[in-house]
């Protein structure tokens, strides 16, 4: 993933995937092991074979996607 912010290169770790209303998000984090801080990616395009995601700011958004995450993943603590 690329941060547009800084265009500074992240890797991700895929924790989950869902799709809402035909939109696919994903809930990353940086460390794959450890606890880290996590992130919400909606995808907004795809080409080809390449999937272009960015990050979710809308606190609404936000606020309905992680109580998403938050029911799949039990034993996770969500902050917004």
Do not use: H, R, W
Request: charged residues 30%; aromatic residues 8%.
């Amino acid at each position: 993933f690329t941060s547009p912010e800084t265009g500074e290169e992240l890797e991700l770790y895929i924790l989950e995937q869902t799709c809402i209303s035909g939109v696919t998000y994903l809930l990353v984090t940086e460390e794959a092991e450890e606890d880290s801080v996590a992130y919400i990616l909606k995808e907004i395009q795809t080409e080809e074979d390449n999937v272009i995601y960015e990050m979710v700011e809308d606190d609404v958004e936000m606020n309905a996607i992680s109580k998403v995450f938050a029911e799949m993943l039990e034993d996770v603590d969500f902050e917004c």
